[in-house]
């Protein structure tokens, strides 16, 4: 039986925690980047880059590979001596 809720996350490679936390946390870029955008238009002369800059950061992120790559643990550096 399909579970809505963990099909679409598994399909990306993804546990349900992991995808809320991806997906979450994409959305709060896009709000900062459109309030940005809505505060150029009324001040032109703040953000003048921003929302570009923050369409740029998502594409990059949305077109990386996902899953357990962004998931795994980072390798441990050993100090050198």
Same mark, same amino acid.
């Given at each position: 039986?399909?579970?809505?809720?963990?099909? #679409?996350? #598994? #399909?990306? !490679?993804?546990?349900?925690?992991?995808? @809320?936390?991806?997906?979450? !946390?994409? !959305?709060?870029?896009?709000?900062?980047?459109? @309030?940005?955008?809505?505060?150029?238009?009324?001040?032109?002369? @703040?953000?003048?880059?921003?929302?570009? $800059?923050?369409? $740029?950061?998502?594409?990059?992120?949305?077109?990386?590979? $996902?899953?357990?790559? #962004?998931?795994?643990?980072?390798?441990? $550096?050993?100090?050198?001596?």
């Amino acid at each position: 039986m399909s579970n809505p809720f963990t099909d #679409h996350p #598994h #399909h990306v !490679g993804e546990t349900y925690l992991q995808h @809320l936390r991806f997906a979450s !946390g994409f !959305g709060l870029k896009m709000i900062g980047g459109g @309030l940005a955008c809505f505060m150029h238009g009324l001040f032109p002369f @703040l953000f003048k880059t921003t929302g570009s $800059r923050t369409i $740029r950061s998502l594409h990059d992120v949305i077109t990386a590979p $996902r899953g357990h790559a #962004h998931s795994a643990p980072a390798p441990i $550096r050993q100090a050198a001596e």
